[in-house]
C-alpha cells in the first residue's frame, strides 16, 4: 500500500491521470475493509477535489489511470471508453515464449466475482480480441517443476474490447499466463520467482493510453512506468523493451 503521494502523470483543468500502483482498489469494495485506502480518496485528498473515474484496472494491475474533474470531461472520456476509440497498451511478463505476434481472438463469459456473484452456465460468452507483440524473450536455469529451465516472455498487448480480466484470462486460454496472477496464473512458477528474487506482485502494467482530449479534442498520450516491482523483474530475467523481437518464431497454434 502507498505511503506517499500517488505519482501523477498528467492534470489540467478536465482531468487528472495517476501511475495507479499495484495493490490498491480504485473505489471503495465490499472485498476490502471499508478504513482501506482506494485511490478515489487518495487522489481527492491529494489535489483537493472530487475525482470521476471513467475506466477501471484491477486492484493487482498497475499503470495509467484515468479520472474526470468535472461533469463533461466525465461524460465524453466515458464515450471514448464505451466506443472502445481509446487505444490502451499493456506490458507483461508471461511464461514461455510467445509468438512474435499474435491476434487472441476467443469470446470470454462475463467473469464473476465476490461482486458480482457466481459464474451461471447460461452466461453467454462474448466476443473478445486482443492483439499481442513479443518485446523479448528469456530462458533462465532454474526449475519449476516438469524441465530443467524455465522460460518466460516479456509482451505487449493490446485490448481491442474491455471484458473484465480480459488480457489475464486470454493469456491463460494461450498457455502464457502472466507472472505473480494469483488467480489465472501458474503457481509453480510464480513460487519460483517468489523464491528466486521475491516476486509479490502481478506483472501487468497498463502502460500506455492514448484518446482525444475531452475540451480540446487534441490527440492525448500518457505513459507509464512499470515501478520497481516490475522493474526489478525484468531486471532479474534480463528482459528489456529495446530487445524488441523482430526475427519469425515459429507459429503458435494456442495463439491463432
Not at 466515458?78 to 481509446?86: A, I, K, M, Y
Amino acid at each position: 500500500m502507498p505511503s506517499d503521494d500517488l505519482e501523477i502523470l498528467f492534470r489540467d483543468e478536465h482531468m487528472v491521470a495517476i501511475n495507479k500502483p499495484s495493490g490498491i482498489f480504485v473505489h471503495r469494495s465490499p472485498m476490502s475493509p471499508p478504513t482501506e485506502p482506494n485511490v478515489m480518496r487518495l487522489l481527492r485528498d491529494q489535489i483537493g477535489q472530487l475525482v470521476t473515474p471513467v475506466h477501471r484496472l484491477d486492484r493487482a494491475t498497475s499503470g495509467v489511470l484515468l479520472f474526470a474533474l468535472n461533469t463533461q470531461a466525465a461524460r465524453d472520456l466515458s464515450r471514448q471508453f464505451s466506443e472502445h476509440t481509446v487505444r490502451k497498451q499493456y506490458l507483461a511478463i508471461v511464461r514461455g515464449h510467445t509468438s512474435d505476434e499474435a491476434t487472441i481472438d476467443i469470446p470470454l463469459k462475463p467473469h464473476r466475482d465476490g461482486l458480482t456473484g457466481k459464474s451461471r452456465r447460461d452466461d453467454e460468452a462474448q466476443a473478445a480480441v486482443t492483439l499481442i507483440r513479443t518485446l523479448d524473450r528469456c530462458e533462465i536455469p532454474h526449475s519449476a517443476g516438469r524441465y530443467p529451465t524455465s522460460r518466460y516472455s516479456l509482451i505487449e498487448a493490446l485490448p481491442q474490447t474491455g471484458r473484465r480480466h480480459q488480457i489475464r484470462r486470454h493469456l491463460k486460454h494461450t498457455s502464457h499466463p502472466i507472472l505473480g496472477d494469483v488467480a489465472h496464473g501458474d503457481q509453480r512458477h510464480n513460487h519460483l520467482l517468489q523464491s528466486l528474487f521475491g516476486l509479490n506482485r502481478m506483472l501487468l502494467v497498463a502502460s500506455r493510453l492514448e484518446f482525444e482530449h475531452p475540451a480540446s479534442q487534441a490527440h492525448t498520450t500518457i505513459e507509464a512506468s512499470g515501478g520497481p516491482h516490475f522493474k526489478t523483474a525484468a531486471e532479474f530475467l534480463g528482459l528489456t523493451s529495446q530487445n524488441a523481437v523482430t526475427r519469425q518464431s515459429p507459429a503458435d497454434p494456442a495463439l491463432s
